[in-house]
């Protein structure tokens, strides 16, 4: 089973609106971290926003939150007012109890419309 | 500071030959990664090192090999490159024991004809 699934190969937004990415991830272990990352068309991967499995309060970073329902284990990004330089590839990501490792999921290419 | 440095940027390579990657951080970070990244498939794991002189099997090491002499560098070798190794790699580093993000360095784009 994939670990971290990102069922939308890609979007649309209009700019200035909101959107929300989609994340599923499967795991056992009680305690993992969750992140997201944007990789924009020059390549670098950036990183965005992280949530703890333990944390009570949805992470926020900006314009970015994390909306993170636990029992249906999900980690959505949402990217409020939109702007041209939010188009970019965008990664989800977790890692499990033992700290090493980080799975990614294969990512959702977002394009914003003027 | 340079954070996480990558040679080289580019590279073309014919069937068979070999070349090393070499990754370089000013982070005193720990814990060191080499990704690879095909279209459609994010990010896989291809070795890591937890610390100066260990290394570890990711989810696609077949065809590679790593070392860790020193903290600070992560090199990542192809003995026999294969067209199927045609990628854009990407090292990482992160502090250890600890849930903090992954700093990533620019990327090596390897083509193998």
């Known amino acids: 089973a994939q670990k971290i699934t990102q069922t939308q190969p890609g979007m649309f937004v209009q700019e200035k609106e909101a959107v929300t990415l989609d994340c599923t991830y499967d795991t056992s272990d009680p305690s993992y971290g969750l992140f997201w990352y944007k990789q924009p068309s020059s390549g670098e991967m950036i990183f965005l926003i992280y949530q703890g499995s333990y944390d009570q309060q949805n992470a926020t970073e900006g314009r970015y939150s994390l909306n993170f329902q636990k029992a249906r284990k999900s980690a959505n990004l949402v990217i409020s007012a939109s702007q041209l330089g939010d188009s970019a590839m965008y990664f989800c990501a977790m890692r499990e109890g033992g700290y090493q490792k980080v799975t990614f999921g294969t990512g959702t290419k977002l394009q914003v419309i003027p | 500071n340079a954070g996480v440095t990558q040679t080289p940027k580019f590279r073309v390579l014919k069937t068979g030959q070999s070349m090393t990657l070499l990754c370089a951080q000013d982070m005193n970070h720990e814990y060191m990664y080499w990704y690879r990244q095909d279209p459609g498939m994010g990010l896989r794991l291809i070795h890591y090192?937890?610390?100066?002189?260990?290394?570890a099997k990711g989810e696609v090491p077949d065809g590679y090999n790593v070392s860790r002499l020193k903290k600070q560098n992560f090199l990542l070798g192809l003995e026999s490159a294969a067209p199927s190794q045609t990628s854009v790699y990407f090292c990482a580093t992160q502090e250890a024991l600890s849930y903090n993000e992954q700093f990533f360095g620019p990327g090596t784009r390897l083509t193998v004809l």
């Open positions: 090192s937890v610390g100066e002189g260990t290394t």
